[in-house]
């Protein structure tokens, strides 16, 4: 068996390794908006809950402050009630009074409408708390773990990579490393590692799974990682001990 290759076959195998572990990683910052678009939801609906009920409160105030103006009003009516000299004057001013005790009585009618809401908006509020201190910390604690899950697939990456950059440069055929390099760096699809060698799996190329012809598999037997399979590119073997498994 043909050292090289035997060392070319190591170097893929870590190489493959390394791509999975990219792409775990690439695929975390995804992960992470999701779960921050979850706790930003349940922000938002507690913020939402929150200002609805304030918006309510306010306007009871504002009726409460118009009722006020309305009373102080009337007082002012009936002070001038007592300077008025004609019944007709007097009438007037009675007649603005009453004006004023009956726009009481609708702001009056407005706000039992809004206590209503604010019971609502109160209830739909405290609601929204129980369902964020239940699931805001649940998201957290996710966000947490996938944060701790990659920076345990990063430190595993580097301690990979210079495990793999070391045993590389003990390969002495540094064309045929080149070769293979080239090879593998070819992209084929997102999450698939691009063999430069495609073991022979039940008569198919290891890499894109298409039946080989016997004259290549007799090849990939006698000259492993010689024989390229037609449809990838990816150079077949057979190990011995694989041969027993085709
Ligand atoms: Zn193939």
Redesign the pocket.
Known sequence: MDATFLKLLEVQNQDEKIYDLNFRISQIPAKIEVKEAELQALEDSLKNAKSESLQVQAKIHDQEVAIQKCNDDIQKLYAKAETVKNNDDYRSLMDQVKDEKQKIVDIEDQELELMEALEGAKARFSEAQEVHNQNAAVVKKGIQEIRDLESGLKSELSSLKSQRDEFAGSVKDVDALRRYERLVAKEVAPGVFRKAF?TVIHGA?G??H?TISADLILKAKSHPGKAM?S????YLYILPETAKVE
Do not use: I, K, P, T
């Open positions: 495609a190329c890499q894109c298409l399979c449809n990838c590119g990816s």
